[in-house]
Antibody, heavy 119, light 108 residues
Framework: QVTLRESGPALVKPTQTLTLTCTFS??????????VSWVRQPPGKALEWLAL???????YYSTSLKTRLTISKDTSKNQVVLTMTNMDPVDTATYYC???????????WGQGTLVTVSS | DIQMTQSPSSLSASVGDRVTITCRAS??????LNWYQQKPGKAPKLLIY???SLQSGVPSRFSGSGSGTDFTLTISSLQPEDFATYYC??????????FGQGTRLEIK
């Protein structure tokens, strides 16, 4: 079955760089039409899409955050990595990775990882 | 970017009620509209995709309709486990992916 799991630090300091890893199973990111995205959710707020990487290694970013984000994949390890630079307390959120067939819905989600930005 | 607007932002209802949540896109998205349910501390769960297709395993009391710019999610008879926050999301023009701001469904 399809599973995704996020991992990374629970606490980062302001100005630091956050690195999150999504490790997945049950599908391949080399399959045509397959994508993995990162989505975040500040406490009590709505979902916000951050970045997407597709089977062809094309990468897309949120317009408002694109200068701070980098997404990459390691197909052999079934992993997608997101880095976000210059972290700020407003970036405190639960970060999710999710599978998304191209033009499709997010059909599988990880359980999410809470990242707190505080000195 | 396509903006998604949900209404209402919150809703109080009773078990057994019929509930409708609306999502409007800032431009036509054909039927590329998905609905998710999220419970506190949990990841979102896909309910409806392509505006009206029920995701496998989702109870039939959930239904979706609409095309173009206006969409609805209907719960025909609310059950206790349905009290949650619901989000719409467009997959017509992606990326970027855009979500609605959410509708919180509370017990009356």
């Amino acid at each position: 079955q399809v599973t995704l799991r996020e991992s990374g630090p629970a606490l980062v300091k302001p100005t630091q760089t956050l690195t999150l890893t999504c490790t997945f199973s049950g599908f391949s990111l080399s399959t045509s039409g397959m994508c993995v995205s990162w989505v975040r959710q500040p406490p009590g707020k709505a979902l916000e899409w951050l970045a997407l990487i597709d089977w062809d290694d094309d990468k897309y970013y949120s317009t408002s955050l694109k200068t701070r984000l980098t997404i990459s994949k390691d197909t052999s390890k079934n992993q997608v990595v997101l880095t976000m630079t210059n972290m700020d307390p407003v970036d405190t959120a639960t970060y999710y990775c999710a599978r998304m067939p191209v033009a499709g819905p997010f059909d599988y989600w990880g359980q999410g990882t809470l990242v707190t930005v505080s000195s | 970017d396509i903006q998604m607007t949900q209404s209402p932002s919150s809703l109080s209802a009773s078990v057994g009620d019929r509930v409708t949540i609306t999502c409007r896109a800032s431009q036509s998205i054909s039927s590329y509209l998905n609905w998710y349910q999220q419970k506190p501390g949990k990841a979102p769960k896909l309910l409806i995709y392509a505006a009206s297709s029920l995701q496998s395993g989702v109870p039939s009391r959930f239904s979706g309709s609409g095309s173009g710019t206006d969409f609805t999610l209907t719960i025909s008879s609310l059950q206790p486990e349905d009290f949650a926050t619901y989000y719409c999301q467009q997959s017509y023009s992606t990326p970027p992916v855009t979500f609605g701001q959410g509708t919180r469904l509370e017990i009356k």
